[in-house]
């Protein structure tokens, strides 16, 4: 709820002029529409990404976002004028999505060999995890994981 009401303020003070010169139409609809289903997704998921796998695999996660938008743009908007740009795209989305693969498999590997969801990183899922007593049964404060 919240990203929609910060990313709704933004819109407004950032771009309101642009919204105003727009040629409403169901194409520019359409867009907007996948633009909010898109954040959504986002903010719906980065939680479970987070608590599952930590903070690396986001990072990882979020270096794909441009090569995503990079491939959106080959695909629906035209392409590149430098078809050098578009294979340097390719190839970095080819070696990104292979250090993904690696860093998932590996986090799996973990995971079966400790019988835990422990990340790598020290964050969500780590060894030294602070969580509120009452999810033990105690009487409130915080214990730790381990």
């Known amino acids: 709820m919240f990203?929609?009401?910060?990313?709704?303020?933004?819109?407004?003070?950032?771009?309101?002029?642009?919204?105003?010169?727009?040629?409403?139409?169901?194409?520019?609809?359409l867009l907007l529409l996948g633009f909010v289903a898109a954040l959504f997704t986002f903010y719906a998921l980065v939680p479970k990404l987070l608590r599952d796998m930590g903070s690396a695999a986001f990072n990882l996660s979020m270096l794909t976002s441009d090569l995503w938008a990079a491939a959106s743009r080959a695909l629906w908007f035209g392409g590149f004028q430098n078809t050098s740009t578009a294979w340097a795209f390719v190839a970095a989305l080819?070696?990104?999505?292979?250090?993904?693969?690696?860093?998932?498999?590996?986090?799996?590997?973990?995971?079966?060999?400790?019988?835990?969801?422990?990340?790598?990183?020290?964050?969500?899922?780590?060894?030294?995890?602070?969580?509120?007593?009452?999810?033990?049964?105690?009487?409130?404060?915080?214990?730790?994981?381990?």
């Open 94 to 146: 080819v070696l990104v999505t292979i250090g993904l693969i690696i860093f998932y498999l590996e986090h799996l590997k973990a995971v079966d060999a400790e019988g835990t969801t422990k990340s790598t990183d020290g964050g969500p899922g780590g060894a030294d995890l602070a969580v509120p007593d009452q999810l033990e049964g105690g009487r409130g404060g915080y214990a730790m994981l381990e």
């Open 3 to 29: 990203g929609l009401v910060i990313n709704t303020s933004q819109m407004l003070f950032l771009e309101l002029g642009e919204l105003r010169g727009l040629h409403w139409g169901a194409d520019v609809a």
